[in-house]
């Protein structure tokens, strides 16, 4: 959905509205959308910025990085960012150390909510998913999924630490 930033004025304009996902995947990590993103958004504008106030709502398809399976995850956020024309950028003319909000840039009198709303649902995405906290992961050794099964392998590595992939953050 392309919003025309004139008619945006200081009082603002709500929206409520769906992005259509189809079968489209998430920018960095392996996994796709179960939904549709379902956003509300309150535009106003401050000068050359626009600020957008709102929140996006899907559910996604993740694969677990301790035991590879596949599983659903709900993603629910708010967001509050800055949109700024890019243009103001590149003339030099502006300078953007003053403000502590997320600034995504648009290009000419338009502003795609589609391509906003799918960016705020891939920033809630983590690095290193997992399926829930406590996944146990698979064997090293031999494979088994020990959310599952437990293996042989386990009882002679009697060490909790066997998975070496440490989870960040
Ligand atoms: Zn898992
Ligand atoms: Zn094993």
């Known amino acids: 959905m392309l919003i025309e930033t004139?008619?945006?004025?200081?009082?603002?304009?709500?929206?409520?509205?769906?992005?259509?996902?189809?079968?489209?995947?998430?920018?960095?990590?392996?996994?796709?959308?179960?939904?549709?993103?379902h956003y509300s958004v309150h535009l106003a504008r401050d000068g050359e910025r626009i600020r957008a106030r709102g929140s996006v709502r899907t559910t996604v398809s993740l694969t677990c990085v301790r035991c590879l399976e596949e599983f659903e995850q709900k993603v629910n956020s708010s967001f509050d960012i800055?949109?700024?024309?890019?243009?103001?950028v590149d003339g030099g003319s502006i300078s953007l150390s003053e403000n502590d909000l997320e600034t995504i840039f648009f290009r000419g009198n338009h502003i795609d909510l589609a391509r906003i709303m799918s960016e705020q649902v891939n920033i809630c995405i983590p690095d290193n998913p997992v399926c829930r906290p406590d996944c146990r992961g698979i064997c090293p050794n031999c494979g088994a999924n020990l959310n599952f099964e437990?293996?042989?392998?386990?009882?002679?590595?009697?060490?909790?630490?066997?998975w070496p992939n440490k989870i960040k953050r």
């Open 6 to 37: 004139a008619k945006i004025g200081p009082a603002g304009m709500s929206l409520a509205d769906i992005v259509e996902m189809g079968d489209a995947s998430l920018i960095d990590e392996d996994g796709s959308y179960l939904d549709d993103i």
């Open 82 to 88: 800055i949109l700024f024309p890019v243009q103001l």
């Open 150 to 162: 437990s293996c042989q392998c386990e009882q002679s590595n009697a060490s909790s630490d066997h």
